[in-house]
């Protein structure tokens, strides 16, 4: 967008509010651009500009005539950061992700670029090339829900309220790409094996990739059996519900186990298994009981040894 970094917003507004009142012609509107905005360098430039607000649905073209989209329509009636924030949200695949990303600590736009490629590949950016990146921290850092120190991303108070509701306001939401959506092997929504519980697909994608996509127990490694499991419960804790260190990637099975209080981690990351758990499953042998004491390979600062001290304190057994 025009206008620089931090004013993406008001140049939407301006954008909207000159599309509503002139229906102008592709030519009309790249003069328009030329004239009210700097550093426009060329119609190619403005158009994509503008090809990206009609993916979105902020506009739309008919017959050589631009006028606002259904998103356009529903912002310029509202007119609010936070039918912005949900449009941008929903339209831009992986938006969240970064924003659960950025709510475990500051980013570059190296991480940043990382961060979506990795949880998202299918957005087939060059990972040579910043501007996608940059592109998005801008947008957020416009809406308000991100800052810049430095080199360094970071969310605002705004942006971590965001995350903090998002992870089940989202929930039944889908990625914007139906192939993969709609492809049960991917599992972007799902049920745990102890009760019904929806979580925010993108949640849920940012928390896997910290995790290679790995059981953190077991090593199984196929998304759509493996689990998002809240290390201080979802209903006793609701404000870690969004916090990435308070999730573990876990099968469904190790899930249940883990729930049912059957082992648990310790803050050094040892497996600590229940002295009442009996198995004649060698699967569970396997991977559970002959492993008690064993460390386990985690990536650095992925889990809060605090919250595996605040779960552990409740097990007796422990």
């Given at each position: ?17 000159y ?36 993916d979105?649905?902020f ?62 590949p ?16 801008n ?75 790995t ?42 186990a ?23 499953s ?33 097990l007796?057994w422990?």
């Amino acid at each position: 967008m025009f206008g620089g970094a931090t004013s993406y917003v008001e140049t939407l507004d301006e954008i909207i509010e000159y599309v509503n009142a002139q229906q102008p012609t592709t030519d009309e509107f790249v003069g328009w651009h030329q004239g009210r905005f700097e550093r426009v360098s060329n119609r190619d430039s403005i158009l994509r500009r503008c090809d990206y607000l009609e993916d979105v649905g902020f506009l739309e073209i008919h017959a050589d005539e631009w006028d606002l989209g259904p998103e356009g329509q529903r912002y310029l009636a509202n007119r609010s950061t936070e039918t912005l924030l949900e449009i941008m949200c929903r339209r831009n695949l992986g938006l969240r992700s970064l924003l659960y990303a950025l709510s475990v600590g500051p980013m570059s736009i190296d991480d940043v670029g990382q961060q979506q490629l990795n949880t998202h590949p299918e957005l087939g950016w060059d990972p040579s090339n910043y501007d996608m990146a940059l592109q998005r921290v801008n947008w957020l850092r416009s809406l308000g829900v991100v800052q810049k120190d430095g080199d360094q991303y970071t969310l605002t108070a705004e942006g971590r309220q965001f995350t903090d509701n998002a992870v089940e306001a989202w929930a039944d939401s889908t990625a914007i790409d139906e192939s993969v959506a709609l492809d049960p092997m991917m599992a972007g929504t799902y049920d745990t094996t102890v009760e019904a519980r929806a979580i925010d697909p993108e949640f849920r994608a940012t928390a896997l990739y910290q995790f290679d996509q790995t059981c953190a127990v077991s090593d199984v490694d196929h998304p759509a059996l493996l689990d998002v499991a809240h290390i201080l419960p979802w209903s006793d804790y609701p404000e870690y519900r969004a916090d990435l260190q308070n999730v573990l990637p876990l099968s469904k099975i190790h899930h249940a186990a883990f729930d049912r209080k059957l082992f648990t981690i310790d803050a050094e990351f040892h497996l600590q298994v229940n002295p009442q758990f009996e198995t004649d499953s060698p699967l569970l042998r396997e991977t559970i009981c002959d492993r008690a004491g064993e460390r386990i390979s985690l990536p650095e600062k992925a889990v809060s040894p605090k919250y595996l001290n605040r779960h552990n304190a409740r097990l007796e057994w422990v």
